[in-house]
DNA sequence: TAAAAATACTCCATAGGTATTTTAT
DNA sequence: ATAAAATACCTATGGAGTATTTTTA
């Protein structure tokens, strides 16, 4: 058995203006139609809510135990719109963003404390993980919205590129490098499968190029020490190395087929309709110019 | 703003059941039913709930908000339910009696306990003072039905004769009495205004009945200490000295006029509807031979 | 007699039904 | 091809209105 709502609600504010005019008054309806909610209330319960006299309205013991929890129920609802209303304002809120590692730790950092600046009142998490692991995390509802380097092949998913990252060829400063024979020197790469590592990979049999020697490591962050350390060259996101460079600890190298790119690309989940906080996100990623480099 | 219950109702079987279809078997609607009430209350709301593909339901962050505070209202829905229902069933609510001191010390202690037994859910108060101010209350509504000794005279209440009250013309065993000659006996009697005394005094001008000397006291149970003490005669509810008779501490004068009865009364407001708690220990009042002493 | 609730009736908005189409697996 | 949700359209209930009567202070 259910409540009819709308006859508790007369019923409540005939409890709370002790009149059934009034009541009728506070919910814009006729006092015919206050009349009728509460005998239909009575009747459904099977219980008398009210004495009435036309002088004067008062609670049974039923009704007014009736109206303490109807009142809750009340308050409840308002409860409810609030928050309803707070999310539409994004005054409320979570979003989830998933990014490759190097996305997530250099290029994101900005617009997310943007993002959060902006909205202080949505909740935002950043996981980070390799570009399939991101892709599944948006597969299974984990992640509201990816980032990743590679290309998104699976056709559940909605591909859509963010940015170009510019990928730079460093060396050590004290390395001497000569530019027109950049294929005898020792190449530090990533492992194949990693996304930079791809794209070197693809840049060395685009240009028949044939290192003397290659040393591959596990991560960037190796690959970059090993620069540093005289090792060799190396193909690298310029945001990772930007200030570095700018400091004089690395130096860049330029290329003769000119500035290598790849692209960095939002994955989504095709048919998914975009909450409200990843909207503001993607639109904030889109239209701000919070960092130029790369 | 308000939220259309029903509508929530068919959202929240939604999200439980992760179907639109078996939702609408649950609340024993059809599946376009239940569309329409997604549909509606995410417009009313202007916010997404539900993430829908023909093969799946999944709410959104604002729909999984709105489904945990909109399970709490059904929830306190069904506990409000219950509530009325116990309350028909006379397994929840409250009874305040009002009564006058020898009725509440006397009389009703044995049915209070039997209703309390039989109805022992039912939360019953008894409030005693002498018959006006019973009366009183019976009119402020702060109690559901009086029972006093006096005749009720005010408009507004009811009155009706619940039983009969005899009353006892004792003596102490130690007293000679000449039951031909009790004017010549000291009277104790109570002070006039008190139900007991306006009988007594009823009685002495009916019968032209002048004692040669009288002791007023406060209290019936002064007076029955003064008769004990040898002290005099007194007309006092037979119901207040009844063991104390039977226990030879006090004797019976017998009146040649007959027993001396007055009516105990019902005092209810006019008007006023009976709660269930009150007609059940009405019915148990006329109908039970508890005690048939007095 | 005046103020408030109840009643009688009327109407239309909408909740819910049936039939069908669309969509995604 | 199938199963589920959406859509289109229709019907009928019941919620709310107006007019009036009843009640009691």
New interface residues.
């Given amino acids: 058995?259910?409540?009819n709502?709308?006859y508790l609600?007369a019923f409540v504010e005939v409890a709370r203006c002790q009149s059934f005019t009034q009541a009728a008054v506070a919910l814009h309806l006729t006092q015919p139609a206050i009349s009728k909610a509460v005998r239909e209330l009575e009747l459904d319960?099977?219980?008398?809510l009210l004495?009435r006299?036309s002088r004067q309205v008062?609670l049974?013991?039923?009704g007014l135990?009736?109206y303490d929890?109807?009142r809750?129920?009340f308050a409840?609802?308002q409860?409810?719109?609030e928050?309803?209303k707070a999310?539409?304002g994004l005054r409320r809120?979570?979003l989830v963003v998933g990014a490759s590692t190097t996305i997530a730790a250099y290029w994101l950092p900005a617009y997310l404390a943007q993002f959060t600046q902006r909205l202080p009142d949505i909740e935002v998490s950043l996981v980070s993980g390799n570009s399939l692991t991101i892709q599944h995390q948006v597969l299974d509802?984990q992640v509201d919205i990816g980032l990743v380097e590679g290309p998104v092949t699976d056709a559940r998913l909605q591909g859509q590129m963010w940015r170009k990252e510019r990928l730079t060829l460093i060396a050590s400063p004290t390395l001497e490098v000569d530019p027109t024979a950049l294929e005898n020197h020792c190449w530090i790469v990533r492992e194949s499968g990693s996304g930079t590592g791809e794209v070197v990979n693809q840049f060395f049999s685009e240009h028949r190029f044939q290192p003397k020697r290659r040393i591959e490591v596990g991560s960037n962050m190796a690959a970059i020490q090993m620069v540093l350390a005289g090792g060799g060259l190396c193909l690298i996101p310029r945001i990772m190395v930007h200030s570095t460079i700018d400091q004089g600890q690395l130096r860049e190298i330029p290329l003769a087929s000119g500035a290598l790119e790849r692209p960095l690309n939002w994955v989504s989940l095709k048919?998914?309709?975009v909450?409200l906080?990843r909207q503001a996100f993607e639109q904030l990623c889109r239209s701000s110019s919070t960092i130029s480099s790369g």
């Fill in positions: 058995m259910n409540i709502f709308q609600r319960l099977e219980i008398r004495e006299t008062r049974t013991e039923a135990a009736l929890q109807a809750s129920i409840l609802e409860v409810m719109l928050d309803i999310r539409r809120g979570r509802y048919g998914r309709p909450s906080p």
